[in-house]
């Protein structure tokens, strides 16, 4: 099965693990499994979205916790990061470096009161002349 050509395209990734903020303190090494676990999930979900290759694209990630307590959406991108390290992983662009991708962009959306909640994910083709 083949991506649709054209986008954006829309990805809805459960929460594999709690959520990494930046206001963690956490020993590094008790980190590492809940990363790896954000990552892989980003591959997992980008190869069952049979998401295309892409050169350039913007990537806009609505934040869906399981409840509504005060948060700030910034505070939770070493999520996105690792989520994007999974896409890179998957191959959906080169490179994560910002002349391949202009975002995440983090939002919050309604609450999820299933598991840890949930990203999703869109990502839109900004494919520049001469990158076809």
């Known amino acids: 099965m083949s991506a649709p050509t054209a986008g954006p395209w829309t990805v809805a990734i459960p929460a594999p693990a709690p959520w990494l903020s930046a206001n963690q303190?956490?020993?590094?090494?008790?980190?590492?499994?809940?990363?790896?676990?954000?990552?892989?999930?980003?591959?997992?979900?980008?190869?069952?979205?049979?998401?295309?290759?892409?050169?350039?694209?913007?990537?806009?990630?609505?934040?869906?916790f399981p409840d509504n307590r005060r948060r700030d959406a910034h505070n939770y991108y070493p999520t996105l990061k690792a989520l994007v390290d999974?896409?890179?992983?998957?191959?959906?662009?080169?490179?994560?470096?910002?002349?391949?991708?202009?975002?995440?962009?983090?939002?919050?959306?309604?609450?999820?009161?299933?598991g840890y909640g949930e990203v999703v994910l869109t990502v839109a083709d900004l494919a520049r002349e001469g990158d076809r």
Do not use: F, I
């Open 86 to 114: 999974g896409l890179v992983d998957y191959g959906l662009l080169p490179d994560d470096s910002d002349s391949h991708l202009v975002g995440p962009d983090l939002r919050r959306g309604p609450a999820l009161k299933v």
């Open 25 to 64: 303190r956490r020993d590094l090494r008790r980190q590492t499994p809940d990363r790896r676990a954000w990552r892989d999930a980003g591959l997992v979900h980008a190869k069952r979205a049979c998401l295309p290759r892409l050169q350039y694209a913007h990537l806009v990630a609505v934040l869906r």
